[in-house]
Each structure stands twice: as structure tokens, then as C-alpha cells.
């Protein structure tokens, strides 16, 4: 299945927004937006997709950078990941996503991948990355649910159909920090909490998140209400670079002393998308941030989970990583 | 890789033209520079493609192109050249005048399984690539990705390629003094930047770099494939960071596989290459 030959496409670098807005719309779902390019050329490569055109967006300066708004910060979709993780604006006041940002991949990938891109990249499920014609492929099974599948990284929750998972590590953390991400197309503009930007399988089985076609992802914003926060971030993988999580936390919260007055809880690669965990954050608001609640929260957090063959480890592994994030 | 093999060395030994740095512009060779290129990249494609390009010639917004390929009797080699609809080159003039737009064939060759798409007008797709300081004139397809352009092109095989999908880091070079994957870069977004390959590194009298003797003084090379990969990623690191400690050496050199598994060999010779600047 290794092949190194890209089809043939027409590229485009413009340089204005509007431009490339143009050149999204008229092409479709025939056209494919260039970010970093680390999802997207694994796909050209492996002939998976073949667009017909490539619309290169790393020309718009314009969407690159992060600067302060009067309610928090805005980073534009196409600041890599080197930046945001270093970014001391953001490591200051959102030190959970600069966190996340630095536990992507490797060093020589976040300095061309961007954060638009981790957060629209497909999943990477290896049977549908192989090129197999499942239910998100558009086909009518899913082999990684089959009897002899080999699903270790795959779905704890949520699962419809498919039980690929969210592969992104900056999503559970501006999940948890109610991030909005800004979408323009050649109608317009519209704001989208992160909560409702990633696609459930029960809802859109081909897709990752809400992103049509002619959609370009042109900001993200963070919320001054979780600015300074108390944050947790751990992501487990199989080795410190390169490796996709098997399961992270991010987490948030505010405390006045030792009791926990609010709390955002978000696992990753649990779910095909980031997963809140709003019942353990209810239920643990009000207590103090102990040993007790701790266990409390790692108990209720794997409620419900429903383990495929091979990834049974990830139950005690997530309840393992909210009882951290908790216990702080 | 077969196909691209062939490309390479195929044939009659006249490859000059894709292998030489300094081609002559495009404007100047516009039918059979291309037509001849294309032998290279398209070594063999099916005669069903020759039945697309034919059929789509007849409403006379392509011209086509047809030859006999040499090493493979039997089969035949087409080529749309540089026409295309109006609709599409009025939108590229009045739409994207501020950027630059390429026009897409296939990649390097066999095993193409979708129709070329035609070549739109007016575009460039010679370019003028700055290498360790030198300006070098190529001719890049679209979706051809730097390691491609410097190994097979620019013939600056020190940049190795391990897995081309960026999960490796045999293929690191500087672009700008900092560290990328170009396996995972397209040629097309490096233009206007200055890429530095582990050819770039030595004095022009064979000193070698301090990363490069540190790492012979280390033993960091066993097979040496990674070799190239970890010497840019060190100097990467000592551009942005002259002073690293030991543990920010450690993450900075994280993208770079090392099969041998020398990794404290060259996570010394990082060090030593610190402290003897
Ligand atoms: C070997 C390897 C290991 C990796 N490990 C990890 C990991 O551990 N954790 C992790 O989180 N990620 C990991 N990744 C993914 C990597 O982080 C990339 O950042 C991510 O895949 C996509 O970012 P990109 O900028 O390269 O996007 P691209 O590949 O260019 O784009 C990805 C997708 O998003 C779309 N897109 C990009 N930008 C926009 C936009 N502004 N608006 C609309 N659509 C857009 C593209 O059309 C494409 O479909 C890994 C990738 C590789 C190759
Ligand atoms: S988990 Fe989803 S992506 Fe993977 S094989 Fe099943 S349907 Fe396809
Ligand atoms: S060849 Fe580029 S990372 Fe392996
Ligand atoms: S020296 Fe052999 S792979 Fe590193």
C-alpha cells in the first residue's frame, strides 16, 4: 500500500483571503485547502483523495498570528504549532493549549502544522487511512468493529457505525477552554462554539467536523473566562514523539482556596470527538480538590465506556488521567 | 517507486533535461521542452489515457501531444500541454492576481490512476530555488515535495528520504534556519526562502560544521542514513538556541528517528558541539 506518487492537481498559493475564498467556493468538494499539509499528503500519497485542485492557504498572512481581543485572545487558523506552543501570550493566560500544542507530533511537523489543521484533520483510523471502503468511506461496514479488527487505539464512547477517534491534541484542550472557531465562506462569516464544531458519527459518519467543503476556517477565539485558569494537560501515546494519544486530559478549573468552584473536563481519543465530561464536572463543583474527589471523578468518567476487543486499557488509563487532572 | 526509478535513469541516457539545474525558461522550449519533460515523468501511461487526451483535443481547448515511448514497446505516452478552457485562465487573471497559481500533471509517472487534468495558462512552473546559497532554476510539478526536487533534481542526495510521510526525519533541511520535514514540504511554498541542505553546512575548504565533527567525534553515525536528518535538526536548534540544556537538546532532536538507536550519541554530540563553539 506504500506508494509515494501524488495524482496530478492544479495548485493554487493566493495570497488574500478572498482569494482563496473564491477559489473554495468554486471548486467544491473538487478543491482541497493546503495547511501544514501533514494530513493531507499522507492522503495524496497514499492516492486516498485526489483533488482536483489544491488551494495552498499558507500565503494568507492574514490568518496567522495571535493577538489579544477585548475578550480574550483570537489565533488565526493558520499559526503553526510551534507558535502557539510558544507563544507567551498564550502560555501565560492558556497555558492548556500551548501545553496540548507542544505534545503534537514532532518538532519538525508543528513547525508547519497548523492549528486549523490539527483541528480539521481526519481521523486516523488505519483501516479507513489504508483506503478500505467503510461506512466513512462511504462503504457499508466498519472494519475496526469486526469480529478479528484490531482496535486498540479505537472508541471508548459514542460510537455509530464507526468507532474511529478524535486524533487532535489541541481539541479536548479548547474544548475545555469554550473556544469559538471562526468559519468564513463566500456567504459569510459565522462563529462556532467549539463544543458543536467536531461531527459526531450518529450525525455526519463522513466527516470529522461541522467544515463544509467551501468553509475555510479562519480563526479560533478563547474566552477571557478561563484566562489564568488552573489547567492540567497529559497526554498518554505509546512514545513521547510522533504517536497519535491513546488517551489525553485537558482540564480546567477555578478554585477559591482548596474547593473546586468550576471545572472543565475534556478527554481525548476516547470519542470520535473531544469528549466533555459534564457529569464529573458537576459533581465534583462545590467539593475540595482532593484524593476523595479525585477518585470520585475518575469513577464517574468512565461511566458508560464500552470497549471494543483491544482497548479495554483505555478504561483504567482514562479514569487514571481524570483522577491526575483532579487531584492537581 | 518503480516508475519514478524509471523516470530517473530511464531510457536513453538523455535525462539532462530534468536533471540539469539551469533549463533554459519555459517560454523559450514551450512545446517540446514539456513534451520531452513529460517522457521523464510519465515513463509509462496506459494507452486508455491517450483515448481521455484525444477525446478531450476535439473541442479544441487542448492540444495533444503523442509519442512512442522508447522503453516500452506497446504502450503509448500522451501529453496535454499548456491550453485550457477561457473560463478557467479569465478566473485565474482576474481572480488571483495577487498569488500564483500552478498548474497540476501528474506526479512522477506510472501508476497514475486519474485523468490529468489540462495545464492552465500563463503560469510558471520553472522556479528559482536558493539552495546553501545558490540560486538554482528547476522545473517543479505541483505536488512535487522538496526531497524530490533536491534529491532527483537538484542531485543533493545527502537529504534522504526513510518513510516520505513525515515519520522519520531522514529528510530534515533548514528553510530559513529552521528545521522541516521536506518530505512533507511542497517545492512550491519554498521559493522565496533559503534552504540549507547537510550540503550547505562544511567550509568552502571541507571544514565541517562543529555539529557535523562533533557528531564523528561522538560516533553518532552507525548505518548513517539518519545521519544528514540529525545534523540539521542540531544546527537548527543551535541557530535558534546557541545554549540549549541537555533536556531541551533532548526535545529538539525528537523528530529524528535513529534505527541504530545512537540517540545518546548524538544527544552528546549536540552537547559537545555546544560547548566547543
Ligand atoms: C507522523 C505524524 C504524527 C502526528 N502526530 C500527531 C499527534 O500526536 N497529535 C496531533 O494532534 N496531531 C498529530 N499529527 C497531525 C499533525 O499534527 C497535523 O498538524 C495535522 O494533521 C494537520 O495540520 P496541518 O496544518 O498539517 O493540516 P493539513 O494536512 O494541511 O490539513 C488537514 C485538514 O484540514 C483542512 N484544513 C486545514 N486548514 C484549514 C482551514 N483553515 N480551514 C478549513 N479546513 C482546513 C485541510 O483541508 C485538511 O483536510 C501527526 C501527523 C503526522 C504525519
Ligand atoms: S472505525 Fe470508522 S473509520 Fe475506522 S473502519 Fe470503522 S467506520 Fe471506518
Ligand atoms: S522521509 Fe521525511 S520524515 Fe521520513
Ligand atoms: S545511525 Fe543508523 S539510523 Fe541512525
Redesign the interface.
Known amino acids: 500500500m506504500m506508494k509515494d506518487m501524488m495524482s496530478g492537481f492544479e495548485l493554487y498559493q493566493p495570497a488574500d483571503v478572498d482569494d482563496a475564498i473564491q477559489l473554495i467556493d468554486r471548486y467544491g468538494n473538487r478543491g482541497w485547502k493546503l495547511a501544514g499539509g501533514y494530513d493531507s499528503l499522507d492522503w495524496f500519497k497514499n492516492r486516498g483523495k485526489g483533488p482536483e485542485a489544491v488551494i495552498d492557504l499558507e500565503g494568507l498572512d492574514a490568518l496567522k498570528g495571535i493577538r489579544e481581543t477585548t475578550d480574550g485572545v483570537e489565533i488565526g487558523a493558520l499559526t503553526t504549532l510551534t507558535e502557539v506552543e510558544r507563544s507567551p501570550l498564550l502560555r501565560d493566560r492558556y497555558g492548556l493549549l500551548a501545553d496540548a500544542a507542544r505534545r503534537v507530533a514532532s518538532p519538525q511537523i508543528r513547525n508547519a502544522g497548523t492549528l486549523g489543521g490539527n483541528l480539521s484533520q481526519d481521523t486516523r483510523c488505519w483501516y479507513y487511512r489504508y483506503g478500505v471502503d467503510c461506512y466513512r468511506a462511504g462503504g457499508n461496514t466498519c472494519y475496526a468493529a469486526a469480529p478479528e479488527a484490531m482496535n486498540r487505539e479505537h472508541a471508548l464512547f459514542g460510537a455509530s457505525r464507526c468507532v474511529a477517534v478524535t486524533p487532535s491534541d489541541t481539541a479536548p484542550a479548547l474544548v475545555a477552554l469554550d473556544a469559538e472557531m471562526v468559519v468564513r465562506n463566500a456567504r459569510g462569516e459565522r462563529v462556532i462554539p467549539a463544543a458543536d464544531f467536531f461531527m459526531e458519527p450518529s450525525v455526519d459518519i463522513q466527516r470529522m467536523t461541522v467544515l463544509d467543503p467551501d468553509d475555510l476556517l479562519t480563526a479560533i477565539r478563547l474566552p477571557a473566562s478561563w484566562a489564568g485558569a488552573d489547567f492540567y494537560f497529559e497526554k498518554v501515546a505509546d512514545r513521547k514523539s510522533w504517536d497519535f494519544a491513546l488517551v489525553s486530559v485537558a482540564a480546567a478549573f477555578r478554585t477559591s482556596g482548596a474547593q473546586i468552584d468550576e471545572a472543565s473536563i475534556v478527554c481525548g481519543a476516547v470519542q470520535c470527538i473531544p469528549r466533555r465530561l459534564h457529569d464529573v464536572e458537576v459533581l465534583i463543583s462545590g467539593r475540595t480538590r482532593n484524593e476523595e474527589t479525585a477518585a470520585l471523578a475518575g469513577a464517574e468518567a468512565i461511566r458508560g465506556a464500552e470497549p471494543l476487543d483491544y482497548n479495554h486499557f483505555k478504561i483504567p488509563l482514562m479514569e487514571n488521567l481524570v483522577k491526575r487532572a483532579v487531584r492537581g | 517507486?518503480v516508475?519514478?526509478v524509471k523516470s530517473v535513469r530511464g531510457g536513453d541516457g538523455n535525462d539532462s533535461p530534468k536533471l540539469a539545474p539551469d533549463v533554459p525558461p519555459a517560454a523559450k522550449r514551450p512545446q517540446s521542452v514539456s513534451a520531452e519533460t513529460s517522457r521523464y515523468l510519465f515513463a509509462v501511461v496506459r494507452s486508455r489515457y491517450t483515448a481521455y487526451h484525444a477525446s478531450s483535443a476535439s473541442d479544441g481547448s487542448r492540444d495533444v501531444s503523442e509519442m512512442d515511448s522508447s522503453d516500452s514497446p506497446g504502450t503509448t505516452v500522451a501529453f496535454a500541454t499548456t491550453h485550457s478552457s477561457w473560463s478557467r485562465r479569465d478566473?485565474i487573471k482576474g481572480?488571483?492576481a495577487?498569488?500564483?497559481?500552478?498548474?497540476?500533471?501528474?506526479?512522477?509517472?506510472a501508476?497514475?490512476?486519474?485523468p490529468?487534468?489540462a495545464q492552465?495558462g500563463g503560469v510558471e512552473r520553472l522556479l528559482s530555488l536558493t539552495v546553501n546559497g545558490q540560486v538554482r532554476r528547476v522545473d517543479v510539478?505541483?505536488?512535487e515535495?522538496l526531497a524530490m526536487t533536491l534529491r532527483y533534481k537538484l542531485g543533493l542526495t545527502g537529504t534522504k528520504l526513510g518513510c516520505?510521510?513525515?515519520?522519520c526525519?531522514a529528510c530534515?533541511v533548514l528553510i530559513d534556519d529552521?528545521?522541516?520535514?521536506s518530505c512533507?514540504?511542497?517545492t512550491?511554498?519554498v521559493r522565496d526562502r533559503e534552504i540549507t541542505t547537510v550540503e550547505g553546512l562544511e567550509s568552502p575548504d571541507g571544514t565541517l560544521h562543529p555539529v557535523q565533527q562533533a557528531f564523528v567525534d561522538e560516533l553518532g553515525p552507525q548505518c548513517g542514513f539518519c545521519t544528514s536528518g540529525q545534523v540539521m535538526?542540531a544546527v537548527a536548534l543551535l541557530r535558534a538556541n546557541p545554549n540549549p540544556t541537555r533536556q531541551e537538546a533532548r526535545?529538539?532532536m525528537?523528530?529524528n528517528l535513529c534505527r541504530c538507536g545512537a540517540y545518546d550519541h548524538y544527544l552528546n554530540g549536540v552537547m559537545r558541539a555546544v560547548s566547543e563553539a
Open positions: 517507486m516508475g519514478f478566473f481572480v488571483i495577487s498569488g500564483v497559481s500552478v498548474s497540476g500533471m501528474s506526479y512522477f509517472g501508476g497514475c490512476t486519474t490529468l487534468p492552465t510539478l505541483p505536488g515535495t516520505d510521510r513525515g515519520e526525519g530534515t529552521v528545521n522541516y520535514y512533507s514540504t511542497l512550491h511554498r535538526s526535545e529538539a525528537a523528530g
